[in-house]
């Protein structure tokens, strides 16, 4: 099921939510520009489990640098088809959080939820040495706040088929609790060796959309209430 649009966000195009697409994008096409040289460069701002879990403390220019890409990682994408998925979740449920948190709370929580996401791999990985990469757990934090900020909103959804494509709608409650069991039984279907051996960080969604749960209402600003209407005698 591929979203294109959800019922309560405003507007599409809201200031921190739009900035953080178009970072996404500016260092994709770096990325691309780059070529074969992208891997050795931007190797140092890829997550890497062991790495974090055997901090050099006696240096610290270096542990501050393995510290960063806890959030540097979640910059940088392996493929096309990875940042269009996770851009595409971004913008269709970044707006609604966004209105709700406002931007400066919003762009703190995005940040949060990438470190949350990031220590979820480490702690089902601790001695891997794949390199983590991509915002889907960023995301993840996003879709979890939406979860329970919007049970009630409608998701709109297109089923790819072989030849027809139906276009319907979903509670927001029912889309996204199919995607995190999802993640979740993905994840646990790896084993203990799933985060060691690359491809999707399942882990790091499941963390995500967990910490999205916990801290989006608390970060979020009082729904305002709808006014009364008067009525005429």
Do not use: C
Not at 161 to 168: D, N
Not at 197 to 220: D, E
């Amino acid at each position: 099921m591929i979203p294109f649009r959800d019922s309560e966000a405003t507007r599409r195009l809201t200031p921190a939510n739009t900035v953080l697409i178009a970072v996404n994008l500016a260092v994709f096409a770096l990325e691309i520009k780059l070529g074969r040289k992208a891997g050795p460069l931007l190797a140092p701002y890829s997550m890497v489990p062991v790495h974090l879990t055997h901090l050099h403390l006696a240096d610290p220019a270096r542990m501050l640098a393995t510290l960063a890409t806890l959030v540097t990682s979640s910059f940088l994408h392996a493929g096309i088809i990875h940042i269009a998925g996770n851009l595409l979740y971004l913008f269709i449920f970044g707006p609604a959080v966004e209105q709700r948190l406002g931007w400066r709370r919003y762009m703190i929580f995005y940040f949060a939820a990438a470190i949350a996401a990031a220590l979820a791999m480490v702690a089902m990985g601790p001695d891997s040495r794949v390199p983590v990469i991509g915002a889907s757990g960023a995301i993840a934090g996003v879709l979890g706040a939406y979860f329970v900020l919007y049970p009630r909103g409608r998701i709109t959804t297109v089923l790819p088929l072989l030849l027809i494509w139906p276009i319907f709608e979903i509670p927001a409650y029912f889309y996204l609790l199919f995607w995190f069991i999802a993640q979740l039984y993905a994840a646990i279907a790896s084993g203990a060796q799933g985060p060691l051996v690359g491809g999707v960080a399942f882990w790091a969604h499941v963390g995500g959309f967990l910490f999205g749960i916990a801290t989006g209402p608390m970060l979020a600003r009082p729904q305002p209430k709808p006014a009364r209407r008067l009525r005429r005698a």
